[in-house]
């Protein structure tokens, strides 16, 4: 049965994180980060890895969005939404909606 649940980051106010069967973690063989679910890896670049370390459920968007542009000069705050509505997309993030 198709899901019904928004597969877009929209409001502020939503919470993402990962999903139960994914984890992050740094792959020592490849130096980078690896998104790891049962049946893929996907090596991440050092922005992907920021953006995912700070979606644990607690934080909402707006918060993530502040706390990158505090750590960079520039955020592209329509790039990072679509980066998490494409993992929501496939199901790699959840999101408590705000």
């Known amino acids: ?6 597969m877009r980051i929209d409001s502020d106010a939503d919470r993402p994180r990962l999903a139960p069967h994914v984890r992050l973690t740094f792959d020592r063989a490849r130096r980078g980060y690896a998104l790891l679910t049962p049946e893929t890896v996907t090596l991440l670049n050092d922005t ?4 995912l370390e700070l979606c644990d459920g607690e934080r909402t968007v707006g918060e993530i969005l502040t706390e990158l542009r505090d750590r960079y000069n520039r955020v592209a705050d329509d790039e990072v939404r679509l980066f998490l509505s494409g993992l929501l997309a496939r199901r790699r993030l959840e999101v408590s909606r705000g």
Do not use: D, F, L, R
């Open 1 to 6: 049965m198709p899901s019904t649940m928004p």
């Open 48 to 51: 992907g890895a920021a953006i």
